[in-house]
């Protein structure tokens, strides 16, 4: 008889132990009869089935870029398919891994700086394999196939943990998986990381030493929101201040300060959350995401009371952030006092500093980006915007994966609560209204900056287009 390879002995062993997992599952036959699995499932305990730090330490340095993840998986066995989607995530940096079934294969995409990557195809019988085991990680119920379910497991590295948040739902050709990697050596820890300019950052270390008021960021899921709110509270973590925050999820830990996560189960919402939040005394209060009126309310009512109030909302841009809550219900007698600092923020990917090429801009680039900056031109410095103009376009090296970028920037536009737009908020105003004295008073839009940071050579014209 043939003597077996090492990745068919670790196949055994994995078949070997899932066998042993599902039979001490079972009901004893002296106690009451046994319920069908379907109706009765069973929850395995993460760790089941570990993954090896030193294995994937030493798959991450045979890791490059893309192409060699590729390789890996074309060649390792079933048992070490799992290993290689993580390393080869934690080499290029991605966000996400998304394992999505199709009619005879699996496809498998990294998110990258916001943008999705084919990275493989494989097997069902090898997914099928992949799907128990990262079930079993995150505790996750192996026998239901037909409804969502939520996880998470760590992946523990030498100098930093990694939590991983593992979502599965129903799919037409099997379970989806998404994986989002935590890293949490990825956060911007400073102001200065964000991609301020320098008159938003002196506006932005202004507002932060206020005592109260509220300071609201606002874009869609993905642009960068949380990160801008964890930057502030770094920035004003210090022993001599209490922060509390209440988030959905927690998703990086903050040495120094409070952290608490909404658990509908246990009643602990936005709303109750922050209503006992504010019986411990803090300095400042962070909230994750406000949703509602009545957390609205209570979270502006809290700025007015003696907290400085950090949280998010979403809307397109700044001016939108006011007629938001005005349809949420609160009423503009509240929002006018309470709210000192109104922020959009999107994400735009960095021109890779290897490969990117220096390209003449074509003559309607140029009149575009006059036409966007001109009403700007008088109070912030850029490069004369004349025919000889030079931008920077994408390229392609190993460095950021063959696609032009690497890592991402803000983009920002903001403004300060004046006297005139508080007057303004009490007509309950539509968001031109505010966005037209916003603009008078100095305001810099999301495209302005974008386009200030294209002239830099930060980024290239056509991601600006795709983002805005």
Do not use: W
């Not at 301020?196 to 509220?214: H, M, P, V, W, Y």
């Not at 949280?311 to 939108?320: C, K, P, R, V």
């Amino acid at each position: 008889m043939p003597s077996q390879s090492p990745a068919q002995k670790h196949e055994e062993v994995l078949e070997k132990k899932l066998s042993e997992i599902r039979k001490s599952n079972q009901p004893k036959p002296a106690q009451k009869p046994a319920v069908p699995s379907s109706s009765a499932p069973k929850t395995f305990q993460i760790g089941a089935i570990e993954i090896n730090e030193d294995e994937l330490n030493h798959l991450g340095n045979q890791i490059k870029d893309i192409s060699d993840i590729k390789n890996k998986l074309q060649t390792v066995s079933a048992t070490k398919l799992l290993e290689i989607l993580v390393a080869g995530a934690l080499k290029t940096k991605c966000s996400d891994i998304h394992l999505e079934p199709e009619a005879d294969k699996t496809r498998v995409r990294y998110r990258l700086d916001g943008v999705l990557h084919d990275i493989s195809f494989f097997e069902k019988s090898s997914y099928n394999k992949v799907l128990n085991r990262i079930k079993i990680l995150s505790k996750m119920k192996i026998n239901i196939h037909d409804s969502p379910q939520d996880g998470r497991f760590t992946i523990k590295q030498k100098s930093v943990d990694i939590e991983v948040r593992v979502s599965i739902i129903p799919s037409e050709f099997g379970e989806t998986i998404v994986m989002r990697l935590l890293d949490p050596r990825t956060i911007k820890g400073t102001l200065e990381d964000l991609g301020l300019r320098q008159d938003l950052l002196l506006i932005i270390r202004e507002e932060l030493k206020n005592k109260t008021g509220a300071i609201l960021t606002s874009g869609p899921t993905g642009s960068g929101k949380t990160t801008t709110l964890y930057a502030f509270v770094n920035t004003l973590n210090e022993s001599g201040t209490k922060i509390i925050t209440i988030e959905d999820p927690i998703e990086y830990h903050i040495p120094g300060i409070s952290q608490t996560q909404v658990d509908q189960k246990k009643k602990y919402t936005f709303t109750n959350g922050l209503k006992a939040i504010i019986r411990q005394d803090p300095d400042i209060i962070l909230v994750g995401e406000i949703r509602d009126k009545e957390t609205a309310e209570i979270a502006l009512n809290a700025a007015l009371t003696g907290h400085l109030v950090l949280s998010t909302i979403h809307t397109n841009n700044a001016a939108g952030i006011i007629p938001r809550l005005i349809d949420l219900g609160v009423k503009p007698q509240i929002i006018a006092p309470a709210i000192n600092l109104s922020i959009a923020q999107r994400l735009l990917r960095k021109l890779c500093p290897a490969c990117k090429k220096q390209v003449q801009a074509t003559d309607k680039e140029l009149e575009k980006i006059k036409k966007v900056l001109e009403p700007i031109s008088k109070k912030v410095d850029f490069p004369k915007l004349t025919s000889s103009l030079k931008l920077y376009t994408a390229g392609q090296c190993h460095k950021c994966n063959s696609s032009g970028y690497l890592g991402r920037t803000g983009i920002f536009e903001l403004f300060q609560i004046s006297e005139n737009i508080e007057r303004l908020i009490l007509t309950s105003p539509s968001i031109l209204d505010i966005e037209e004295t916003a603009l008078k008073e100095g305001l810099t839009t999301m495209l302005q900056d974008a386009y200030l940071k294209l002239l830099e050579g930060i980024t290239s014209i056509e991601e600006i287009e795709s983002v805005l």
